[in-house]
């Protein structure tokens, strides 16, 4: 699931929330970060928890509209 959201210094951000094994892969390789999170997601899964992550990526405006145009296509055909 997606929200797109303008931010209070008027930057569009998208948010993302999925699955682990969904989100993971679409992470940047290689960063601490990624690796502190795949450690963290193991120790919760041997507990039995289950888990979802929260991405998120700034945009451009112009980006945005091109989406919203084929967005609306989309929903306008028949």
């Known amino acids: 699931m997606s929200v797109v959201v303008r931010t209070p210094d008027n930057r569009l951000m998208i948010v993302c929330k999925g699955a682990d094994s ?15 999170t795949n450690r963290q997601l193991e120790e919760y899964a041997e507990v039995g928890l289950r888990t979802l992550l929260i991405s998120y990526k ?11 145009e084929g967005f609306k296509a989309a929903a306008s055909d028949t």
Not at 58 to 68: A, N, V
């Open 22 to 36: 969904i989100i993971n892969a679409r992470l940047q390789p290689g960063q601490a970060s990624v690796q502190e």
């Open 58 to 68: 700034y945009i451009e405006d112009s980006f945005y509209d091109l989406w919203l």
